[in-house]
């Protein structure tokens, strides 16, 4: 399950600002990070425009995985946000649900 953390304003406005990111060894964060649109300055992470972490949750469940990415974004400082809705099995579900529609009238 992979959820992204964006800076504040995404995608419309984008307001850039330093970060600080959650690690195992100092937060207990099990997620896998992934660094995606940032630029380092003065020692410091920054936010550019664009999807800037990504927090990779692996587990037996899709609840369990969610839960994992869930963690680390929700631990992410700065001026961002991410959409807790990503990811849980209501919006998979969703998601499939729209996909069988799209295909039942290609048909």
């Known amino acids: 399950m992979c ?13 850039t600002g330093a970060i600080t990111i959650p690690s195992y060894e100092k937060d207990g964060v099990r997620a896998l990070v992934y660094y995606g ?47 807790k809705d990503i990811g849980t099995r209501q919006l998979l579900q969703k998601r499939t649900e729209h996909m069988k529609l799209v295909m039942s009238k290609s048909r």
Request: net charge negative.
């Open 37 to 83: 649109s940032v630029e380092q300055k003065n020692g410091a992470l920054y936010t550019t425009e664009s999807r800037s972490v990504a927090f990779i949750g692996i587990a037996d469940t899709i609840e369990e995985a969610e839960k994992t990415a869930e963690e680390g974004a929700s631990k992410v400082k700065g001026k961002v946000y991410h959409r």
């Open 3 to 15: 959820k992204y953390v964006v800076p504040e304003g995404y995608p419309d406005n984008p307001q």
